[in-house]
Antibody
Framework: QVQLVESGGGLVKPGGSLRLSCAAS????????MSWIRQAPGKGLEWVSY????????YYADSVKGRFTISRDNAKNSLYLQMSSLRAEDTAVYYC?????????WGQGTLVTVSS | SSELTQDPAVSVALGQTVRITCQGD??????ARWYQQKPGQAPVLVIY???NRPSGIPDRFSGSSSGNTASLTITGAQAEDEADYYC???????????FGGGTKLTVL
């Protein structure tokens, strides 16, 4: 079945960096756009970034532009999010999702906590 | 504007019908999608492209749209439908996905 599994979350100090990964299985990963979406504790959903199937088209939310970099490795069926200059407000559960204009499915999420 | 507005909370009696709404100018141009999120779980797509249900979603869930408002209707709400519901569409450029603030549905 279609499955997405995120990893790489953890506790990081303000100004630090972290790289999230999302392993995809059960579908032809290279055929699909992919997105990262986050949810701060007790808050709503916020789209972060998406990348086209080939990696040639990338967009970011204004809140992370210049600090986060999305990438993918189609040979490894993997999606990545390199996060730098992290701030307290980046604390959230980060989900990867297959992006067909609608997001389906979603991974289980990985928690990123930015705190000193 | 590039915002989607939802009522923060809605309640419904068991077995009754409830409508959850989402308002935004971009809904005049782009379809709304709806997600259900239960505590501690990832969101699940329940309606896409205005009124299509993914496999496994009960047919008591339906979607509609008029002007700048999209609606998710649950006909005969069940206890297991108690959850947060989020609408999703695109901003006016079409390049940035948007989410509404979410509606907490309580089934009484």
């Amino acid at each position: 079945q279609v499955q997405l599994v995120e990893s790489g979350g953890g506790l990081v100090k303000p100004g630090g960096s972290l790289r999230l990964s999302c392993a995809a299985s059960g579908f032809t990963f290279s055929d699909y756009y992919m997105s990262w979406i986050r949810q701060a504790p007790g808050k709503g959903l916020e789209w972060v970034s998406y990348i086209s199937s080939s990696g040639s088209t990338i967009y970011y939310a204004d809140s992370v532009k210049g600090r986060f970099t999305i990438s993918r490795d189609n040979a490894k069926n993997s999606l990545y999010l390199q996060m730098s200059s992290l701030r307290a407000e980046d604390t959230a559960v980060y989900y990867c999702a297959r992006d067909l204009q609608s997001f389906d499915p979603w991974g289980q999420g990985t928690l990123v906590t930015v705190s000193s | 504007s590039s915002e989607l507005t939802q009522d923060p909370a809605v309640s419904v009696a068991l077995g009754q019908t409830v409508r959850i709404t989402c308002q935004g100018d971009s809904l005049r141009s782009y379809y709304a999608r709806w997600y259900q999120q239960k505590p501690g779980q990832a969101p699940v797509l329940v309606i896409y492209d205005k009124n299509n249900r993914p496999s496994g979603i009960p047919d008591r869930f339906s979607g509609s749209s008029s002007g700048n408002t999209a609606s998710l209707t649950i006909t005969g709400a069940q206890a297991e439908d108690e959850a947060d519901y989020y609408c999703n569409s695109r901003d006016s450029s079409g390049n940035h996905p948007l989410f509404g603030g979410g509606t907490k549905l309580t089934v009484l």
